[in-house]
């Protein structure tokens, strides 16, 4: 109990009071939590650079780079987007005029949706992907707010990210010190896979998308996976937005066939199938998770934290697990421990 006051107490307040600033200052520590998780991604970089440069330069030149890379993937993606406005115009436009048709009664197609609130969505979706302009503009303070903490914290945790680690392993109770570094090495690989399947999910999206809207036959084949790949990135939803909503316009204009391409090879090939199968495969792959319990993670992380819950959930998952395994094999070494000691020479 003493050991227990006397060394373990500090630790455990230290982590009480992390906890709770992170759930005070949530509404900004999403960024701080992704900017970190990223900063730990690309340490292996900035180690690499300050073998050639001096620390804070090595530093300032990945943020630097990562945020030309980031400006580089959304300006690309605007301009993409604004080279086909009047494509997404016309869809959303129909839809909207077949929505509003008295004639049209989702009822009949057994929807307990109303009218106003597929309105609402539509018009979301018409603000983000044809008038990004308008919802840039009005929400540009947060926006700039929220990338500054980001690539702010990416900086300070890649510059002095290992020392604050090396200070609070070096104040750390020694029967707790063995316990964080499996359990550091373990997110390090989480992070790792995370972000990069990421990015693999997206692309494979990409080209497997290509197919199906090449059968579909409306055009702007390049344009349509483009989208599908895009939406992969958003929460929860991922590449069904852009199914359901190609999916949508195909069931206005009174192509069944295409409605059925969509849904089958679209929503259950293209957006459902690597969800699924795929992500939580390659992810648990490295960590040694079951896939299953990595797709619960992501899921759940993302429902219940947002956006720093599709790294935050899969990191949680694997730490609680990792550490049932650390408790399970120490009980069984201490049970053999105990078992030779009893044992007669």
């Known amino acids: 109990m003493s050991l227990i006051k006397n060394e373990q107490f500090p630790f455990i307040l230290m982590v009480i009071l992390t906890v709770a600033a992170i759930i005070l200052f949530w509404p900004v520590m999403d960024m701080v939590l992704l900017g970190a998780s990223l900063a730990i991604v690309l340490m292996p970089a900035f180690h690499w650079l300050i073998q050639h440069a001096r620390p804070v330069i090595s530093a300032a030149f990945i943020t630097i780079a990562t945020f030309c890379a980031f400006a580089c993937v959304i300006g690309f993606t605007l301009y993409v987007f604004s080279s ?4 997404l115009t016309v869809m959303f436009s129909a839809i909207a005029g077949w929505i509003n048709n008295p004639e049209t009664s989702f009822t009949v197609f057994g929807f307990p949706l109303n009218k106003a609130g597929i309105i609402s969505l539509l018009n979301t979706g018409r603000l983000m992907f044809v008038g990004y302009e308008e919802t840039f503009i009005a929400n540009l303070s ?3 707010f ?6 702010f914290t990416l900086f300070v945790l890649l510059l002095h990210g290992e020392e604050l680690k090396r200070r609070i392993m070096e104040h750390m109770p020694d029967t707790l010190n063995s316990y964080v570094t499996r359990l550091s090495d373990v997110t ?24 199906v809207f090449w059968l579909l036959g409306y055009g702007d084949v390049i344009f349509y996976a483009f989208f599908a790949a895009f939406c992969e990135l958003v929460p929860i939803l991922g590449s069904s937005i852009a199914f359901l909503l190609i999916g949508t316009y195909a069931l206005v204009i009174g192509d069944i066939e295409g409605v059925l391409i969509l849904f089958f090879l679209g929503y259950i090939v293209v957006s459902c199938m690597p969800e699924i199968f795929i992500r939580p495969v390659l992810v648990g792959r490295r960590v040694k998770i079951r896939p299953v319990i990595m797709f619960i993670g992501i899921v759940g992380g993302l429902l219940t934290m947002g956006l720093a819950g599709f790294v935050l959930g899969p990191v949680i998952v694997v730490l609680l ?9 120490d009980k069984k070494e201490m049970a053999q421990q105990e078992v030779m000691d009893v044992t007669p020479r």
């Open 84 to 87: 086909n406005a009047e494509t």
């Open 146 to 151: 929220k990338a500054f903490i980001f690539f």
């Open 188 to 211: 390090v690989d989480t992070l790792y896979a995370i972000y990069v399947v990421q990015v693999a999910i997206a692309v494979l999206t990409f080209f497997i998308a290509l197919p």
């Open 321 to 329: 697990i990792t550490s049932y395994r650390m408790y399970v094999q």
């Open 142 to 144: 947060y926006i700039l």
